[in-house]
Every structure is written in C-alpha cells, then in structure tokens.
C-alpha cells in the first residue's frame, strides 16, 4: 500500500554531511492530507534498529538525542518525499538507514517507538562514516 525506496547513502569522512532521501508511493486518495507518520531508522552490524527521527501527520519532528542538532528531518511540498540531512557525521552513525511509515499520526516520538509500530519499510541505504 505504500512503498518505500531510499537513495543518497555514500561514504563520508567525519564532520561531512549527507542528505538522504526516500521516496513514497502511494495513493492519496488512501491517505487523504497524506495522514501517514514517517520516520528514519538505522542499524548497525550486530546491533538492534534504532528510530533516529520522526515526521507526524501535523509537521511536529523528533529525535534520537545522539542526532539532535545535527540531522533535520524534512518532507517535500507533495508530501511524498522524505528527507534526512545529516551534519557533522561521525563514525558510530555508520548503520543502514532506512526510512519507515505508518498510517494516521505517530503514536509517539521516536523515543519511544519501536520498528513494530511501523507497518512499512524501504530496503535501507549504506552510509559509513571512517574511523
């Protein structure tokens, strides 16, 4: 019902910024005022998924307190676009990223979600950040 595809993974020397994207398809009429809570995710090697920053139905944004002040998550005009710009990169930010969605509003910030309150997924892109 929604499908999901991230782009912009690259490798990137410490400090460096990126800015990832993932693009939604979807039908409005499914999801009038394109009601659907988005949210960026990312796993290491070994490590469990963790949400790294959320996007509500109303615009309100969240996030992971090892990021904030240093990635913006953002959506395009059309709503069906979802950005991560990523600022001062670090070598522990290397993981997959990927980005999730889920209908209505969030249910909360991205502290307190899980992956299971996620019903979609795109297949992740790569960012690794050297040592």
């Known amino acids: 019902q929604i499908e999901l595809v991230e782009s912009g993974g690259a490798s990137v020397q410490p400090g460096g910024s990126l800015t990832l994207s993932c693009a939604a398809s979807y039908s409005i009429r499914n999801y009038p005022g394109h009601r659907i809570c988005l949210a960026w995710f990312r796993q290491a090697p070994g490590k469990e998924r963790e949400g790294v920053a959320e996007y509500d139905v109303d615009g309100t944004t969240t996030y992971v307190d090892s990021v904030k002040g240093r990635f913006i998550i953002s959506k395009d005009t059309a709503g069906h676009t979802l950005y991560l710009l990523m600022n001062d990169l670090r070598p522990e930010g290397s993981a997959v990223y990927y980005c999730?969605?889920?209908?209505?509003?969030?249910?909360?910030?991205?502290?307190?979600?899980?992956?299971?309150?996620?019903?979609?997924w795109g297949p992740g892109t790569q960012v690794t950040v050297p040592q």
């Open positions: 999730a969605a889920d209908p209505g509003s969030c249910v909360d910030g991205i502290q307190d979600v899980s992956v299971t309150d996620f019903g979609y």
